[in-house]
């Protein structure tokens, strides 16, 4: 529903009213805005001047239309005569603005990355794209795609109506190939946990301090922004900034501490905001009850991993049969029999497709072993398979180097 911005003029001698209309009421540079001037004695269009403060004017019309190129404030004069006196003048403050803009992510973009740019705010769905690397402009949609083949800072300009518009809209962008303080500010993987390391946790209805935590290996440097998500409803919103470094750990906090009024299994996840995060993020859970809230508890054999260098080992199916139970809680052993460390391993947890958890282990040494432990609600499992795998993410591209699965049934 269009909004209309209404001038009322007081001619007290007489008692009535003059009314200066214009629409839209917060107009843009280049958008086309129209004035209308009523009175109740009735305007008599021959006598109509418009001055719109801008140098520009109309003459003998009640109704017209005006663009502005620029933006600022601008005094509207209209004189007229009615049908019952003459030479009767208003004038009104207009306000225009430039709210038009060019957006792009990732923010610190190297060469080869595929950058999306965002014209938002434009005034039409045609924009002539100018990337500022001597490629040649193209016409093209409000979001464009585009790749720097070489490092630098480039201006980038966009204009309305495939580049009829006067006004020309850039912004920067820097592209690097550096590494280290200086790159590009991403997330490579994200843990969620509680404080005992575990994804789920059990608590008595109305405990304090309940707390979840997310550990991030990140490169760079920048702002993270970020919501922790009860259910699916905001809970706390995150902004900071995270020095150079690969590894930093952040919290829910206490100051309210999570939710546990309301008896029953509730979710948890961190929503990243900046930077973009293209993976999913796994939800961890944890259960209020009155007393103990009892899980069925079910083993997983002890997962040797034997070979590293991207390959994938094994796949084996093994059959585990549970009773049916509102939860269920999986536990698991990982051992590495590898002759070497991994830096950085990832181990992630799938039901079919879907991620259900994930656990970084650092300095995974050879014959190390480590306890991992998932949940899993009845609402969300109906029986299926389970896969378990391992990366090592010490470098930029992840290694799959094991893969177990296992068919899960219900008895």
């Known amino acids: 529903m269009k909004k209309f911005f209404i001038i009322f003029i007081f001619a007290f001698s007489n008692f009535v009213f003059a009314t200066i209309i214009y629409n839209p009421t917060e107009p843009n540079v280049e958008q086309e805005i129209n004035f209308t001037v009523a009175h109740p004695d009735g305007v008599y269009p021959p006598s109509v001047f418009w001055n719109f403060g801008d140098g520009t004017n109309a003459q003998g019309v009640v109704n017209t239309t005006k663009i502005y190129q620029t933006s600022g404030i601008f005094i509207v004069s209209v004189t007229y005569d009615t049908y019952k006196a003459q030479n009767l003048s208003e004038n009104i403050t207009i306000n225009i603005f430039e709210r038009r803009r060019i957006s792009f992510i990732p923010p610190n973009p190297t060469i080869a990355t595929e950058i999306t740019f965002r014209a938002e705010n434009f005034l039409s769905n045609q924009i002539l794209w100018d990337f500022g690397d001597g490629t040649e402009p193209q016409c093209l949609q409000t979001i464009a795609i585009h790749r ?5 800072r480039f201006t980038v300009s966009a204009r309305d109506w495939c580049g009829n518009s006067v006004s020309n809209i850039t912004t920067t962008i820097n592209v690097s190939e550096e590494r280290g303080p200086r790159a590009p500010f991403k997330i490579s993987f994200i843990q969620l946990r509680f404080e005992d390391g575990k994804s789920y946790k059990n608590v008595i209805k109305n405990s304090k301090n309940l707390i979840a935590y997310a550990d991030i290996k990140y490169e760079g440097t920048g702002l993270l922004i970020a919501q922790w998500e009860v259910d699916g409803v905001l809970f706390k919103q995150i902004n900071k900034v995270l020095p150079y470094a690969n590894y930093t750990t952040i919290n829910s906090g206490n100051i309210p501490s999570l939710p546990t009024e309301i008896l ?48 994938i080992v094994k796949v084996e199916e093994n059959k585990i049969k549970a009773p049916k139970a509102k939860h269920f809680i999986f536990e698991g052993k990982i051992k590495n029999n590898l002759e070497e460390k991994i830096n950085y391993a990832l181990l992630r947890i799938y039901i079919e497709n879907e991620l259900i958890d994930q656990k970084i282990l650092k300095d995974f040494k050879k014959d190390d072993e480590v306890n991992f432990e998932t949940s899993i609600s009845e609402r969300d499992f109906k029986g299926g398979r389970i896969y378990i795998l391992l990366y090592d993410i010490t470098s930029d591209k992840p290694k799959l180097i094991y893969l177990k699965k296992y068919l899960l049934t219900f008895f």
């Open 148 to 152: 720097y083949t070489i490092p630098g």
């Open 264 to 311: 029953g299994i509730h979710n948890i996840t961190l929503k990243i905001i900046q930077p973009q995060v293209e993976y999913p993020i796994p939800t961890i859970r944890y259960f209020v009850s009155l007393g103990k809230y009892e899980v069925e508890k079910i083993e997983f054999q002890k997962i040797e991993v034997k070979t590293l260098g991207g390959e």
